[in-house]
Nanobody, 120 residues
């Protein structure tokens, strides 16, 4: 069993910052890519940022220069530092992780989501 636990969401004023965390635990041999997605009311889930096992990153154009994704491989944790937040960043944020177990089966799992609300 593998579990993802997200934390760090909340209410913040426009221009403020939040840091999201997503920790993976359980029968993990090795984690591949990790990513953050978000879904605003009435909209489709979209990729916010992703990071490979080697540390390469990519970002949605809407968050470039404001958000930073990072990972701590020793802790099986991915972070999303969000600065200069805008009301349009309001959404439920989900982490997504790909990993191998010790039989080299490949899996994907979503976190439970954490609400981020940015007030104007």
């Amino acid at each position: 069993q593998v579990r993802l636990v997200e934390s760090g969401g909340g209410l913040v004023q426009a221009g403020g910052s939040l840091r999201l965390s997503c920790a993976a635990s359980g029968s993990i041999f090795s984690i591949d890519s990790m990513a953050w997605y978000r879904q605003a009311p009435g909209k489709q889930r979209e990729l916010v940022a992703a990071i490979t096992s080697g540390g390469s990153t990519n970002y949605a154009d809407s968050v470039k220069g404001r958000f930073t994704i990072s990972r701590d491989n020793a802790k099986n944790t991915v972070y999303l530092q969000m600065n200069s937040l805008k009301p349009e960043d309001t959404a439920v944020y989900y982490c997504n992780v790909n990993w191998w177990d010790d039989s080299f089966s490949y899996y994907n799992l979503w976190g439970q989501g954490t609400q981020v609300t940015v007030s104007s």
